[in-house]
């Protein structure tokens, strides 16, 4: 569980400093993924979550 926490808080702060430091570029991007459809989202998601356990896999492994 206290991994779960610490990505969790390397996220956030990820997302931080990246809407801290390129605000405008954080918007074009917010509103490209509100003009995509649903399908695209739910691949594009589905894939990055897999990607993302793979990752955890292999460090973790």
Known sequence: ?????AALGLL????GICLA????????GMAGI???PD???RVT?????LI???IVWLVRG
Do not use: H, Q, T
């Not at 569980?1 to 926490?5: G, I, N, Q, Y």
């Not at 430091?21 to 074009?28: G, M």
């Open 1 to 5: 569980m206290s991994d779960f926490l």
């Open 12 to 15: 956030f702060a990820i997302e």
């Open 21 to 28: 430091a390129f605000p405008l570029a954080a918007k074009r």
């Open 34 to 36: 509100l003009a995509m």
């Open 39 to 41: 399908g695209v989202l």
């Open 45 to 49: 998601g589905m894939v990055s979550a």
């Open 52 to 54: 993302g356990v793979a």
